[in-house]
């Protein structure tokens, strides 16, 4: 049968491995070439000292020699060095002090990274549960194996050169003050300075990526592109070969989520454009609503169309069916535990725990996820006559998915209304996917994801309001909008460039996503048919794919193949 | 010898097999079954979409029983498994030829 892979591909693999291997003996050997190298800590004992040591505004109380002598205030900068030098060789035990301080904030940051970074891991497990409730019982091998392989498979591809192109060029060594990194823009592999398009070193986390602080941030953004990997579950679901599904993966893990990620995340020229082109403070996602969630979506979407909707899917009126979930139970669980998980995913996007904002960000998470919820269930309540479990997850989903973006940048009651706008957006998406574009989306992973990631990145254009990231991207350290202090404006607070920059970058995560993708898994499936048999599908995918049933209890009524129930109508 | 199926509601199950055993009923078989009846199921709605859910689960009794118990039975089934609305199921009676119980090899009424 096609849908098992043949010798060809296992040689494929062998020379995957093989070259795996010699790139990554080969980038430990060139790595020390770059001149410019940071010094990279692996052993963290030199992370973090008194240069650490900032006050709550994050003024370090260091003063560093100014080397250009031409600089207009060079006789100021000399002269605040020469007194902070003077009271140093005073005061010797004070730095000592200073350097342990210091030490400890940017291990405080490091457990609250990490920690977050692990609740976001335990997303997994709830993507996993979600997705597997909503689908027909015949499929749920399938579907669990799909998220256990995203894992898996998106990991590797990160790891080897997923995490360079997105962070290559500021995070080695490693990017955010807060994990004791120094931020450079200078290692791009296309692009330099501010208009960097895609990063260029730590391929396989060898060089100046095998760091404490590097690797601090690498294990966070790696559970945050794995996000990205498994929405893509929830919509190609039920028809997509194991082969291809791994493709698509890789795809993701080394390439897709990383180029975009590079623009914003990245130091690339998303985030630049406010200092490049005055465009508000540039393009802003504080945790992902457009970055993971969007990107995920719109690949999402594109891989939705190329594979077609599920046999029965549509009547011969074209009217579309439903295949009720399997698993409420799991369903809602899922979702619960996605819930969880995304008081690691915002609150931990700070990347420290010194950033005080997470408790506001915490809780506009939280409120907004329940505001989503409560839209959707009163919604269809009032629509269909009963709140449907599914659509009410949905909505919470949603609500999270949008206030993603946001969640740093506006106030509770902006997060109620955030929530609320995406609890509806998330219904209205569902069905105007499944009956007017007629695109099979089991999971409504599209309308959740895509909708509503890119709503929730223009809505952080709308609702901001100059509370905090004052000097977001590099802009307006020192005052903004004429104010000292302010922070990242949306349109209803005065900064109307702020809403266009967000406007255009989501739109642009749009076409970027659905259209890379839509390109190239076109090819694939000119080459092969990424989709399983008429007769796998109607059987369900778990015995065909993997040999074995969920539940195999359910054997003997479920290979009968004759039940309507598990044929969908078909 | 004669042999009683009931189609009733699942949540009537107790009510019917405490009559059963009040009356001296010695053995009853219920399987877990799905159907319709005149009714044809009814239609609900997933995600916006409609669909019917045709085959409604139903307990299907199924007891043996000796002339005299014929009408007790039946009469305790009516009285354990009716709610008075629609969907309440049915009882059928049917005569039964023979009836061996198998640890013993007895055969006839002496058997139930």
């Not at chain 1, 046999?311 to 535990?337: E, Q, S």
């Not at chain 1, 599209?446 to 890119?454: A, K, P």
Request: glycine share 14%; aromatic share 12%; hydrophobic share 45%.
């Amino acid at each position: 049968m096609s849908y098992i892979p043949g010798s060809g591909a296992r040689k494929w693999f062998l020379k995957a491995v093989v070259a795996l291997v010699l790139t990554n003996a080969l980038s430990g050997a060139v790595a020390p070439a770059f001149a410019e190298e940071p010094k990279r800590d692996p052993s963290g004992v030199a992370t973090g000292g008194k240069t650490a040591v900032t006050d709550a505004a994050g003024n370090s109380f260091v003063v560093t020699e100014p080397t250009d002598k031409t600089a207009p205030d060079y006789a100021q900068s000399k002269k605040d060095f020469d007194e902070y030098q003077a009271q140093a060789t005073k005061e010797p035990l004070a730095l000592k002090v200073a350097d342990s301080v210091g030490h400890l904030k940017i291990a405080t940051n490091f457990s609250w990274t990490l920690l977050t970074g692990y609740l976001v891991l335990f997303m997994q497990a709830g993507f996993a549960l979600l997705t597997c409730g909503l689908v027909r019982k015949k499929n749920a091998g399938h579907l669990m194996m799909l998220n256990f392989a995203a894992y898996v498979f998106a990991f590797l591809a990160y790891y080897a050169v997923g995490y360079a192109f997105q962070f290559g060029a500021v995070a080695v060594n490693a990017a955010p003050a807060n994990l004791g990194g120094v931020p450079t823009l200078n290692h791009f592999l296309i692009g330099s300075g501010q208009w960097g398009f895609l990063g260029g070193k730590g391929f396989f986390l060898t060089g100046p990526a095998y760091d404490a602080s590097s690797n601090c941030l690498t294990l966070f953004e790696v559970v945050f592109m794995e996000t990205a990997g498994y929405i893509i579950v929830g919509a190609i679901c039920e028809r997509i070969t194991f082969w291809a599904f791994l493709l698509c993966e890789l795809f993701i893990g080394a390439f897709l989520y990383p180029v975009f990620g590079c623009w914003v995340w990245g130091g690339g020229w998303l985030s630049q454009i406010g200092s490049t082109l005055h465009l508000g403070h540039g393009y802003v996602d504080f945790a992902g609503s457009s970055v993971v969630h969007g990107v995920g979506g719109f690949c999402a979407m594109a891989l939705s169309v190329i594979l077609g909707p599920r046999l029965g899917k549509y009547g011969p009126d074209g009217k579309p069916r439903a295949f009720p979930a399997h698993n409420i139970v799991f369903v809602v669980t899922g979702t619960f535990i996605l819930l969880f998980g995304w008081m690691g995913f915002n609150p931990g996007s700070t990347l420290g725990a010194t950033d005080l904002r997470i408790a506001v960000v915490a809780v506009n998470t939280n409120l907004s996820a329940v505001a989503g919820s409560a839209a959707a269930m009163l919604l269809w309540y009032f629509m269909f006559g009963k709140p449907d479990i599914t659509m009410a997850c949905n909505g919470m989903l949603a609500g999270l998915v949008a206030i993603t973006a946001p969640c740093a940048f506006v106030s509770p009651t902006s997060s109620v209304v955030i929530g609320v706008i995406a609890g509806v957006l998330v219904c209205l998406g569902v069905l105007f996917n499944e009956r007017i574009l007629k695109i099979d989306d089991p999971c409504g992973a599209i309308s959740v994801h895509g909708y509503c990631g890119w709503f929730g990145a223009v809505s952080l254009g709308i609702f901001a309001d100059g509370t905090y990231g004052a000097g977001w991207n590099g802009v307006g350290a020192l005052s903004y909008l004429g104010k000292a202090g302010q922070g990242v404006t949306g349109l209803i607070h005065g900064d109307a460039s702020q809403f266009w920059t967000q406007l255009g970058g989501a739109t642009l995560m749009v076409v970027y996503a659905f259209g890379l993708t839509f390109t190239v898994f076109s090819v694939v499936n000119k080459v092969r048919s990424m989709r399983v048999s008429k007769e796998v599908e109607l059987t369900g995918l778990d015995v065909p794919e993997f040999g074995m049933l969920a539940y195999p209890e359910d054997a003997v009524e479920m290979l009968a193949a004759g039940s309507q129930a598990h044929q969908g109508g078909a | 010898m004669k042999r009683i199926d009931a189609v009733i509601r699942p949540s009537q199950l107790d009510e019917v097999k405490q009559r059963l055993t009040g009356l001296g009923v010695t053995g009853l078989t219920a399987f877990e079954v799905r159907g319709f009846g005149r009714q044809k199921g009814h239609t609900e709605t997933y995600r916006g979409s409609e669909y019917t859910v045709d085959f409604l689960p139903k307990i299907y009794l199924s007891i043996i029983v000796a002339e005299d118990l014929v009408e007790p039975v039946v009469e305790a089934i009516l009285e354990g498994a009716r709610t008075g609305v629609i969907g309440d199921g049915k009882i059928f009676v049917t005569s039964l030829d023979e009836v061996i119980r198998i640890r013993t090899g007895e055969r006839g009424p002496g058997a139930i």
